[in-house]
């Protein structure tokens, strides 16, 4: 099986490595097809790129885009992108527009809960100032002691109805997969089983999403339990979408899964990697 990783994370977003970084663990990992994913923003594209022709490991262009569906977050991954079309990059840019004010108001709202100054301790941890993430709060959190690890600190403080989080209004799945699609890629539903839809919001999200031109999702991601790769799996079948295969990689002490460790797709479905061999 061609081992291959199409979902990660870099500094560029809310992973704690450069780009370079994530391709040499991608490699000394034994990834052949590897992809870089950074939430909303293409700005590590170059230098993923660049590193993973010097190891001689195949690279896919790659983006997470934040998209509000049925009023919930959804990611939506773009494979084999063109990193300099001007629509995909203007629609990014307008993605990560409200990041900074966003984080301003969970700053307010910590401190409220009697945890101040956490705007200043979370940009500590940002790479790029234009992409102030929760991840990046997460980590100031746990250094104060306030928790013992990020995902606690998602648990109590930042996900929605806790006293961190801020609602907030991301692309449309149309805008995305125009965007994506628009940039010569493929759209991917990002770990589908992470989002909290009913059965009938599933069926309309992914009806949605194909009858927009959406051809893949991720079948075996870190996000999901064996249980969710054999669901998904069903869902491509059902569908006839073509299937993904990505850690979600953010860093070496906070990933759920190393890249390039996971099962491979079950071997019935066709790899969404099929379109580029
Ligand atoms: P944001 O785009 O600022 O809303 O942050 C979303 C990011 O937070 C995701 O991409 C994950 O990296 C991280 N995240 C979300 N939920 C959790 C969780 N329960 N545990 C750990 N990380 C999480
Ligand atoms: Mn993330
Ligand atoms: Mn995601
Ligand atoms: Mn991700």
Known sequence: ????????????????LSPSEVAQVAFEAGVDLWALTDHDEIGGQREARAAAEALGMRYVSGVEISITWANRTVHIVGLNIDPGNPTLIDGLAATRGGRAA???????????AGIPGAYEGALRFVGNPDLIS?????????EIGQCASVSDVFAKYLSEGRP???AHRWATLED????????GGIAVVAHPGRYKFTPLEFGA??????????EAIEVVTGSHTPEQYREYADVARQYGFLASRGSDF???TESRALLGK????????????????
């Open 1 to 16: 099986m061609l081992n291959a990783d199409l979902h990660c994370h870099s500094r560029v977003s809310d992973g704690t």
């Open 205 to 214: 999200l992914f009806d949605q999403f194909r009858d927009l031109g959406g």
């Open 262 to 277: 996971l099962p491979a797709l079950p071997d019935d479905l066709t790899p969404v990697w099929s379109r580029w061999q």
């Open 250 to 252: 953010h860093g070496p």
């Open 134 to 142: 929760r991840t990046h709060f997460a980590r100031f959190l746990v």
């Open 164 to 166: 961190g989080y801020v």
């Open 102 to 112: 966003r984080a301003q108001q969970m700053s307010e709202q910590l401190a409220a």
């Open 176 to 183: 995305s997969v125009k965007w994506i699609r628009g940039a």
